[in-house]
């Protein structure tokens, strides 16, 4: 019986682990592009979007999801594609505004910078939900 508890247990943890890291699906991304811009882990957003190190880290972390093309255009259908279905209509007005607002940036790491910074201050409350620093606060 004392087998049988642990193996569920254990069962449990596996599929718990297994779980979050298919709900986080940028876990991998968040890795590679931390670690090529020494970015180092911190727990709050707005710290991360402090340090002048974010902006090629979000360069590389919207290439890598496909989400800014090397002339700096921003694909948010993809964008609203990768988001929690539940927040996708209300990001959508913010992703076009911070867009347009930052088209004119020609560098691509200050551009990716000023797009995810305009909606970090816009959406404070949804910006947790994206899992670009941090795993997806849903």
């Known amino acids: 019986m004392n087998y049988l508890l642990l193996t569920f247990a254990c069962l449990s943890v596996i599929v718990g682990t297994i779980a979050a890291e298919l709900a986080d699906h940028h876990v991998e991304i968040r890795k590679k592009c ?10 709050v957003n707005a710290v991360y979007l402090a340090n002048p190190k974010s902006n090629c880290y979000l360069k590389c972390f919207l290439e890598s999801n496909k ?15 990768l988001m929690d279905p539940s927040i996708r209509e209300q990001a959508r007005p913010l992703a076009e505004k911070c867009d347009r607002y930052n088209s004119k940036i020609e560098d691509l790491c200050d551009k990716s910078h000023a797009v995810i910074d305009c909606f970090f201050k816009e959406a404070p409350a949804l910006f947790p ?4 620093f941090e795993p997806p606060q849903l």
Do not use: C, T
Request: hydrophobic share 50%; no cysteine; charged share 15%.
């Open 67 to 81: 989400l800014i093309n090397a002339y700096g255009e921003f694909d948010i259908p993809a964008a609203l594609m």
């Open 34 to 43: 931390s670690a090529e811009n020494h970015l180092d882990k911190v727990s």
């Open 129 to 132: 939900q994206l899992g670009i």
